[in-house]
Antibody, heavy 121, light 107 residues
Framework: QVQLVESGGGVVQPGRSLRLSCAAS????????MHWVRQAPGKGLEWVAV????????YYADSVKDRFTISRDNSQNTLYLQMNSLRAEDTAVYYC??????????????WGQGTLVTVSS | AIWMTQSPSSFSASTGDRVTITCRAS??????LAWYQQKPGKAPKLLIY???TLQSGVPSRFSGSGSGTDFNLTISCLQSEDFATYYC?????????FGQGTKVEIK
């Protein structure tokens, strides 16, 4: 069965960096676009970034552009989110989610359980 | 960016009720709309994509309709496990955007 397991969350000071990982199993990871979506405490869902199945395209939300970088290692079935210059408003549960095959252009059919990032001094 | 507006933001209903949640896009998105269900402390779950296509394994009491700018999610006979928050999301263009969510509570 499809499994997505996020890790790397924690408490970090403003201005510092953190890298999240998402380990995928149960499907052919290299064939699927992947996303990061976040949810601030008590708030709604906010899309963060997408990477195409082959890494050829990446898109970001304006709120994280130039600070966050999405990447993937298809040999390790792992998705990453490098987060730099973190701000208090980046505090959220971060979910990785799967798109459709050979794309990054559609809906999200499987989600991980999320990892909490808290930005605080 | 395309704004997605859901209504109502929350409401109370009883088991067995028929309920409808509305989602409006700030510009036309054809049928590139998905609906997700989220329960407290859990990840969102895909219910419907392409505005009206039921995801595999989702009960048939859930249905979606609409195209262009106006969409509906209907639950024909509310069950206890359906009390949750529901989100619409457009995938017509980037950045992807979600509605603010509709919380369905027990009356």
């Amino acid at each position: 069965q499809v499994q997505l397991v996020e890790s790397g969350g924690g408490v970090v000071q403003p201005g510092r960096s953190l890298r999240l990982s998402c380990a995928a199993s149960g499907f052919t990871f290299r064939s699927y676009g992947m996303h990061w979506v976040r949810q601030a405490p008590g708030k709604g869902l906010e899309w963060v970034a997408v990477i195409w199945y082959d890494g050829s395209k990446k898109y970001y939300a304006d709120s994280v552009k130039d600070r966050f970088t999405i990447s993937r290692d298809n040999s390790q079935n792992t998705l990453y989110l490098q987060m730099n210059s973190l701000r208090a408003e980046d505090t959220a549960v971060y979910y990785c989610a799967r798109d459709t095959p050979y794309s990054g252009n559609y809906y999200l059919d499987y989600w991980g359980q999320g990892t909490l990032v808290t930005v605080s001094s | 960016a395309i704004w997605m507006t859901q209504s109502p933001s929350s409401f109370s209903a009883s088991t067995g009720d028929r309920v409808t949640i509305t989602c409006r896009a700030s510009q036309g998105i054809s049928s590139y709309l998905a609906w997700y269900q989220q329960k407290p402390g859990k990840a969102p779950k895909l219910l419907i994509y392409a505005a009206s296509t039921l995801q595999s394994g989702v009960p048939s009491r859930f249905s979606g309709s609409g195209s262009g700018t106006d969409f509906n999610l209907t639950i024909s006979c509310l069950q206890s496990e359906d009390f949750a928050t529901y989100y619409c999301q457009q995938y017509y263009t980037y950045p992807r955007t979600f509605g603010q969510g509709t919380k369905v509570e027990i009356k």
